[in-house]
C-alpha cells in the first residue's frame, strides 16, 4: 500500500491522472488492499484531491474564462467551428483522441501488434532480458516482490490502456522506468536465461556489423555531391509516424552517411566481441559502451541530417538579406526553425491545416493565413516580401507569381528562401496597405 503512495503521487502536479493511478489501482486491487479502509486513510484521497486542484485548476480555469465559449460537449467538430478551450483540450485532446475522433486528424497510428513489439526496439539492447524478467517472483510476501509487483501492473496498464486507443509507437514510453526496474531485477540474477540474452544479443551485434560493413563496400564509390536530401526519397503521407523519415533512405543516401556508419560498426563489434567473451556485469559493460558509440554515431547521422531536417541556414540568410516580411508556404511545421531562428512574425500562405487550423477560428485569432490570390496581390504590391517554400512547389509558386518574380536568396536541404526583389521603404512593416493581412 505505502508502495501504491508513493507510486500516485510521484507524478507531481498530475499524479492523478487516469494513466498513472490506473497502474497503482490495478496493483491495490491485486494484493487485496483496494478496499482498505488503511488504504485510503493512508493515501489522503481529499486533501491530495484539493492540493492537486489548486495547483493544476488555475490555468485550465484562466485558459477557459479567456477563449469562451466555456463548456461545449460536442463530439464532433469541423472546418470553421470553434467550441473553446474547455472543449478543446478534454474532448478533442483526451476524449476524441482516445476515440481516434479528434479533429483535424493530422496524426496517424500504428498496429497494435507494432505497438508492442516495437517496445524490443526502443529497449534493444535489454529487451533480449526480458525473459529473464518473467521468471522473476511476483508474489508481494516481502519489499521487493511488491516492487516489482508495483512495477508490472505499471507497465501492464499502461500497455492495455493505449491498446484500446490510437497509438504511436513513443505512447509507450512512460512505461519505461518499470520495465528498466523489472529488467535489472531480471539481470542481477544470473542464469541461463541471462545467458542466453547475451550470447543471443551476441549474434544480432555482430550481424548488425556485417551488415554495416556490406552497406559500406556497396556505396565505396557512389559520390555524396551536396547535401543528403539529394539522396532521400521523400515520403510524407508516412511522417505522422515518428519512424515515418526511414523510408526516405536510399543506397545512395548512405554514402552520405560513411562516417557514422563506420562508428556504427565499430559500436557492433564491440558490443558482439563484449557479449560473446565476457560473462555477467562485464558482458553489461560492453553492452552499454556499444550504446553509447551507437548513439555517438546517431548524433553524428543527425549532423548530416541537419539541411533536411532544419532549415537554420535559411534563417540565416534571411537575417542577412535586406529587411522585408516573411510568408511561409504550406505548413509551419516543415519551417518552424526558420521563425524560430529569424525570430519574426510570418504569414501562412494555405497553412490553415493540422494542429494551427482549429485555433485559427477563434475570435480574435491574429490574421495571418492568406491563400494564393492574397499571396499574389502581396508579393506583386510596393513591399520586400521573402518566401519559404519547399522544392517541389517552385513550379506551382513560379505560376503563381511569375518567374521573374521569384528570386532565389538561399538553398538548404532542398528547401528555398525567395523574394519578390523589391526594396521600397515599407519594408518594416509600417506603411498600411489594403491589400495587406494584419498580423495582430
Known sequence: MK?????????????????????????????????????????????????FLLIAAPWHVLATLRMPPYFSFAMHSGPGEYHGFFWFYFFNEHLLRFLNLRYPRDYNTV???????????WLFPWSAYLPA?????????????????????????????????????????????ALALLLGCGMENEGKWVTAATKTLAAIAGSAALLIAAALFVVRHVPAPGDISRALQQHPEAYTLSLGHMGDLTIQSLAYL??????????????????WLLRGRRAFVALAAMMVLFFHASRMAMVVFDPYLSSRPLAEALHAAPPGRLIVDGAYYPFSSVMFYADRDVLLLNGRINNLEYGSYAPGAPRIFIDDSEFVSLWSGTMRWYLVADGKQLARL??????????????SGGKFLLTNGLSGAIADGSNKTENKPALW
Open 133 to 177: 524478467a518473467a521468471k522473476l517472483n511476483y508474489k508481494p510476501g516481502d519489499r521487493a516482490g511488491r516492487t516489482r509487483m508495483l512495477a508490472l501492473c505499471w507497465a501492464g496498464f499502461l500497455l492495455l490502456f493505449f491498446s484500446f486507443s490510437t497509438t504511436q509507437e513513443y505512447y509507450s514510453m512512460p512505461l519505461y522506468p
Open 111 to 121: 498496429p497494435r501488434a507494432a505497438f508492442w513489439l516495437l517496445n524490443l526496439l
Open 398 to 411: 513560379s505560376a503563381l507569381a511569375g518567374a521573374n518574380h521569384l528570386h532565389q536568396v538561399a538553398e
Open 258 to 275: 560513411r562516417a557514422p556508419l563506420v562508428l556504427a560498426g565499430v559500436a557492433f563489434l564491440v558490443g558482439a566481441i563484449g557479449a
Open 3 to 51: 508502495m501504491a503512495k508513493k507510486f500516485i503521487l510521484a507524478d507531481g502536479p498530475h499524479c492523478w491522472r487516469f494513466r498513472w493511478a490506473g497502474g497503482a489501482l490495478l496493483y491495490l486491487a491485486l494484493t487485496r488492499q483496494l478496499f482498505s479502509r488503511r488504504t485510503w486513510r493512508s493515501l489522503h484521497p481529499v486533501s491530495g484531491a484539493l492540493i
